[in-house]
């Protein structure tokens, strides 16, 4: 017997995001791990650090230039932050849909930053914006076997076979 065979409807995506210094130091970590996770991403990797001046600089390389740039670098620098990977399908869309938009204050209800920040650079979470940015900041914060994939059990209960 054939079994059928359903294309995949959203593509298996990785990744990054950024638990900037006001969620650790508003002790909100936790709270946001758990959206993630209740959503359905795999956490595969997980690290806490603290970012140099020059690791910001290659971060916001998009925004050196920005007349903000200095107060940015101050925040993103002034405390420890937790770098993490995780894995869906459409990861990168579905995470960025989950922060909201940039300023706390204009973010939807709903959103982590429209839930939990009234700020434009204090929004807590940081997500990669497209497969480009995926890759660049995967490279600057992990080491490939720093990156524990794995299958969940819980996979058949998220999601119907034959959605793809
Ligand atoms: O993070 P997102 O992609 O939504 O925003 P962005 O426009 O790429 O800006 C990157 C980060 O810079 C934001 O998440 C804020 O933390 C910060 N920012 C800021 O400090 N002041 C601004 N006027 C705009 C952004
Ligand atoms: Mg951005």
């Known amino acids: 017997m054939l079994f059928p065979v359903f294309p995949r409807s959203f593509p298996m995506q990785r990744t990054f995001i950024l638990l900037k210094p006001d969620t650790v130091q508003r002790r909100l970590m936790g709270q946001i791990v ?94 990669s914006d497209g497969p480009e940015a995926v890759d660049r900041e995967i490279a600057l914060y992990f080491d490939e076997d720093q990156i524990c994939r794995y299958e969940p059990v819980i996979t058949p209960w998220m999601r119907a076979a034959d959605e793809g």
């Open 34 to 127: 758990a959206r993630f996770e209740a959503k359905g991403l795999n956490f595969i990797a997980m690290k806490m650090l603290r970012i140099t001046p020059e690791l910001a600089k290659q971060h916001y390389a998009e925004h050196v230039e920005k007349a903000w740039y200095p107060t940015l670098e101050g925040f993103i620098t002034g405390g420890p932050v937790l770098a993490a990977v995780v894995e869906g399908l459409d990861a990168i869309r579905v995470v960025r849909e989950m922060l909201g938009a940039t300023s706390g204050l204009q973010a939807a209800p709903g959103t982590i930053r429209g839930d939990y920040s009234s700020s434009q650079q204090m929004n807590l979470v940081h997500g």
